[in-house]
Nanobody
Framework: QVQLVESGGGLVQAGGSLRLSCAAS????????MGWFRQAPGKEREFVAG????????YYADSVKGRFTISRDNAKNTVYLQMNSLKPEDTAVYYC?????????????????WGQGTQVTVSS
């Protein structure tokens, strides 16, 4: 089992920045990818960014490329999502996820473990 705890959400004005953190514990050695997903009201959950736990290769949704950066600190077992130039359409609950298998890191099926979510609200 892997436990995930997100933090760092909040309210920010358009154009501002936030950094989300996701602390992982448990069977860390079993993780292949860590990912961030988001779900806006009335919409399906969607992929935002992902990173290979070992090696650090990153993946981004087109909607956030150039604005968001995913990174990891293996020593702290923590993944970060730096969000810059935020837009009102970025408003959503953001979820951290951990994948214990190889596959397509932009797809939910590779992720077995999920955090509780953290709210990000961007005002116009």
């Amino acid at each position: 089992q892997v436990q995930l705890v997100e933090s760092g959400g909040g309210l920010v004005q358009a154009g501002g920045s936030l950094r989300l953190s996701c602390a992982a514990s448990g069977r860390i050695f079993s993780i292949y990818y860590m990912g961030w997903f988001r779900q806006a009201p009335g919409k399906e959950r969607e992929f935002v960014a992902g990173i290979m736990w070992n090696g650090g290769r990153t993946y981004y949704a087109d909607s956030v490329k150039g604005r968001f950066t995913i990174s990891r600190d293996n020593a702290k077992n923590t993944v970060y999502l730096q969000m810059n130039s935020l837009k009102p359409e970025d408003t959503a609950v953001y979820y951290c996820a951990a994948a214990p298998r190889l596959g397509n890191p932009v797809r939910e099926y590779v992720y077995d473990y999920w955090g509780q979510g953290t709210q990000v609200t961007v005002s116009s």
